[in-house]
């Protein structure tokens, strides 16, 4: 089991930054891919960006240039950095990580990005 526990959210005007942290416990796969989710409201849930154990990463096209993903192996923490944010970043965020036969969510966090 894995548990996920996300933080860093909260209020920002646009064009500011957050950095999200998902600090994740318990007994994490050696290969997995770990991903940002976000749903906002009335809409579906949507992959902003990912980091697989091997180092690669993919962002969705309406955050690249925008978000960064890293992690801190020694902590077991995995962040999303996002600057430049706009109003349509509002949304709950999930971390995930996927192993070949597990799937683990966080609770979420909410990001507001508001004038």
């Known amino acids: 089991q894995v548990q996920l526990v996300e933080s860093g959210g909260g209020l920002e005007h646009p064009g500011g930054s957050l950095k999200l942290s998902c600090t994740a416990s318990?007994?994490?796969?050696?290969?997995?891919?770990m991903a940002w989710y976000r749903q906002a409201p009335r809409k579906e849930r949507e992959i902003v960006a990912s980091?697989?154990?091997?180092?690669?990463?993919n962002y969705a096209d309406s955050v690249k240039g925008r978000f960064t993903v890293s992690r801190d192996n020694a902590k077991n923490v995995f962040y999303l950095q996002m600057s430049d944010l706009k109003s349509e970043d509002t949304a709950i965020y999930y971390c995930?990580?996927?192993?070949?036969?597990?799937?683990?969510w966080g609770q979420g966090t909410q990001v507001t990005v508001s004038s």
């Open positions: 995930n990580l996927a192993g070949y036969t597990s799937n683990y």
């Open positions: 318990g007994s994490i796969p050696d290969v997995y891919t």
């Open positions: 980091l697989h154990s091997y180092g690669f990463t």
